[in-house]
């Protein structure tokens, strides 16, 4: 979460991944960073183990949250 925030502050458009055991965690991250509100992608946990065609299929559950982040408004209300 910190280095997607940094990258973003720095230009970088970042689209953060996030396992939703840790959703949590990612909030209070942003909060903690002065962004609160910040989109990233929550996938569900565990990612780690999973086969090459599971992962594909994983990913093209989110792929168009990916894009919407990368190319829209990092935050929900459009502040940074």
């Known amino acids: ?5 940094i990258l973003e502050r720095a ?8 396992t939703d055991a840790f959703i949590g965690i990612a909030d209070a ?3 903690m960073q002065g962004l609160p ?3 990233y992608v929550a996938v569900s946990h565990p990612v780690e183990g999973r086969s090459e065609s599971e992962l594909m299929e994983l990913s093209s559950q ?5 894009v919407e982040i990368l190319f829209g408004d990092p935050t929900e209300d ?3």
Request: with cysteine; proline share 4%.
């Open 1 to 5: 979460m910190v280095d997607g925030i």
């Open 11 to 18: 230009g970088i458009p970042t689209a953060v991944l996030c």
């Open 29 to 31: 991250t942003a909060a």
């Open 37 to 39: 509100g910040y989109r």
């Open 62 to 66: 989110f792929i168009d949250e990916v």
């Open 78 to 80: 459009g502040q940074k």
